[in-house]
């Protein structure tokens, strides 16, 4: 399956894109693929503890099972106001 | 800290937004660009924000509102793209019964977006 991953903020000038098609097997959680994001854009090291995960427009958590199609947000903490 | 204190029989100049009945307290906040970041000197912050997402949480924070006030009304615009020092960020109205639940409803409201609102700022 296919899952899109956006990325928001500085989060960008690590990765130096805006999104990425990331190709992955049926059952894959919202933490492997951060796993695997990690692997492709090593600059995202040290970003785990605080980093913000969204599918769609709701927030998951690691555990989440994603579905092909699924649109994933990662993203450094909020700064509104 | 400057100050001004009015007693007057005139109406007060400030207008009121239009209320319901039963409605006596209108909370009006606005968040302002100030003139530093982290004691650097700005000119402005440039607001980014996942718009879709940004609007589905701050229609969930307002379902949370409407469920714990008997709030009439939640009215906010944030500033997206370059707002220059002194210009208002955020702007949010609330109107409700009493000030009690305009003030905490206001405050809930504003610490939630803080909290989960998909909305950054960088210093220029």
Redesign the interface.
């Known amino acids: 399956m296919k899952v899109v991953v ?1 990325f ?3 989060f960008r000038d690590y990765t130096g894109c805006e999104e990425t098609t990331i190709e992955m097997n049926d059952g894959t959680t919202l933490a492997d693929l951060i796993t695997s994001v990690h692997e492709q854009f090593p600059k995202l090291a040290g970003t785990e503890k605080y980093t ?1 995960k ?1 599918v ?4 998951q958590d690691d555990d989440y099972v994603l579905n092909d199609g699924d649109e994933v ?1 990662l ?2 903490p ?4 | 800290m400057k100050r001004k204190l009015t007693l007057t029989h005139d109406p007060i100049a400030e207008s009121v937004p239009q209320t319901s009945e039963g409605m006596g307290a209108v909370v009006t906040f606005h ?1 302002v660009v100030r003139g530093t970041e982290d004691g650097e000197a700005i000119t402005a912050i440039d ?4 718009e ?6 701050f229609g969930l924070i307002f379902d949370a509102i409407e469920k714990r006030w008997p709030v009439e009304s939640v009215q906010l615009a ?1 500033r997206l793209g370059l707002a220059p020092a002194k210009e208002a ?2 702007r949010v109205e609330i109107i409700a019964p009493h000030r009690t639940e305009a003030f905490e409803a206001c405050q809930f409201l ?1 610490n939630e ?10 210093p220029q």
Request: aromatic share 14%; proline share 5%.
């Open positions: 956006k928001w903020s500085y913000l969204a769609g427009v709701d927030y947000s993203f450094p909020v700064q509104g106001g | 968040g607001y980014e924000a996942n879709e997402m940004a609007l589905h949480q944030h960020s955020l504003i977006m803080k909290d989960k609102v998909p909305i950054w700022k960088r």
